[in-house]
């Protein structure tokens, strides 16, 4: 689950493209979740378009402390927190990477790959540990 630097660097390089059409990847994304897993819509209270301009806010940061990802633990961990909140079972993080990864993949077009399949994979793993902690801790 630990970045390379080459991981961080494929990280970094594609988001770049990613932010020229960042509102998609979250419409994309939310349309991909809520396809693969229904019964998790109605968990969604808050108008959507919101929710969108919440999750891009907070890949953007994520993509941003990368290299300080130490920094931005706190952050994930009280998101974590209200998660619980919200009603979200730890299950359900391996469903919401599935789809965060099917929408960088579209987003992408023809230049994802698997190395970056991997390193985004390993970045989603590393934020949801922390906001999983966050979930469970009191
Ligand atoms: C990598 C993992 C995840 C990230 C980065 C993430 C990010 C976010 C963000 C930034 C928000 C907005 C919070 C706010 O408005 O204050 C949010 C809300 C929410 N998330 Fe997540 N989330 C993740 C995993 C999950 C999982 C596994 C579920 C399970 C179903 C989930 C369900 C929700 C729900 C129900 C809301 C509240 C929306 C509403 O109030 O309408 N999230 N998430």
Known sequence: MT???????????????????????????????FEMAPLIKPMFKKDTALVEVHFNELIHTAVKYIKNFEELKPELYDLGKKHRGFGVKVGQFKVV??????????????????????????????????????????
């Open 3 to 33: 970045l390379t630097n080459n991981d961080k660097a494929l990280i970094e390089s594609t988001y770049a493209h990613l932010i020229i059409n960042e509102l998609n990847l979250a419409k994309c994304f939310y349309r991909n979740l």
């Open 97 to 138: 990477k599935a789809a965060l990864l099917l929408s960088i993949e579209y987003e992408l077009k023809g230049q994802f790959n698997n190395d970056i399949k991997v390193a985004w994979s390993n970045y989603i793993d590393q934020i949801s540990a922390v906001m999983i902690e966050g979930l469970n801790g009191d």
